[in-house]
């Protein structure tokens, strides 16, 4: 028996690889995966071309109260392939950062209050729980792998990506799409979300690309060599 995914390059999955894998997979412990709890779904955008929106299921683990950390898939499958990852920072973690970073984090209040941010298949009461957390949240997050073109591997730059932050700028049928396959309605849920409190010292000015767009781009430059004996030479390379 073989597998593979209709969307990604390559030869299918072997009955002898996946005999493999689930041996190594009886034997070794996988503790960063682990301690993944969370799923949460949302949409992103390229950070210069908002009209490259793309549906983001987010897989969080906490490394404190103030850290999460996420593994970003295509959709809540077992095939589903990683095109991303995200962190995830509390308002007063993200007020430390230099202003020179703050503009590669996007805020989450308006995603939480709009109701296009949600966990799949948690009750609301439970849901919303965390959301009042979340909404006064700060997230850094990057895509890999830039499916929304098709590209069947990961191909070019990581790309900063960003959240949506007003009323009309998510494309109408990816919202309505997402809201079919998972029994949601975002607009219903906005108006039980309305208690909810944003950042305390409201969404700062320089986060969201500090309201310009963003792009990862590449340089040539000089690499610094390394300190063993036979290290003279500087040879150039690409970041």
Excluded at 35 to 64: K, P, S, W
Excluded at 71 to 86: C, K, M, N, V, W
């Amino acid at each position: 028996m073989s597998t593979q995914h209709p969307n990604v390059a390559g030869e299918p999955t072997q009955t002898g690889t996946a005999l493999l894998e689930t041996a190594t997979a009886a034997i070794q412990g996988f503790g960063p995966i682990n301690q993944i709890h969370q799923h949460l779904c949302a949409f992103h955008f390229y950070g210069d071309d908002m009209t490259r929106q793309v549906e983001a299921h987010h897989f969080c683990a906490h490394l404190n109260e103030e850290v999460r950390q996420c593994l970003i898939y295509d959709s809540p499958t077992s095939d589903a392939r990683l095109i991303g990852i995200e962190y995830v920072v509390s308002e007063n973690l993200f007020m430390t950062l230099p202003d020179s970073e703050k503009p590669l984090w996007h805020s989450h209040e308006y995603e939480v209050k709009s109701g296009m941010l949600f966990m799949p298949g948690i009750p609301g009461p439970i849901e919303r729980k965390d959301m009042e957390k979340l909404v006064k949240t700060y997230g850094k997050t990057y895509h890999f792998w830039q499916v929304d073109r098709g590209d069947a591997i990961p191909l070019g730059l990581p790309q900063l990506m960003m959240a949506f932050t007003r009323d009309g700028q998510l494309y109408d049928h990816l919202a309505k799409d997402v809201e079919k396959r998972f029994g949601v309605s975002f607009e219903e849920e906005r108006a039980k979300r309305a208690y909810l409190k944003g950042p305390d010292h409201g969404v700062h000015p320089r986060a969201n690309g500090g309201g310009k767009g963003q792009k990862t781009v590449l340089r040539e430059t000089d690499c610094k060599p390394g300190t063993h004996a036979h290290a003279t030479s500087v040879p150039r390379v690409f970041v």
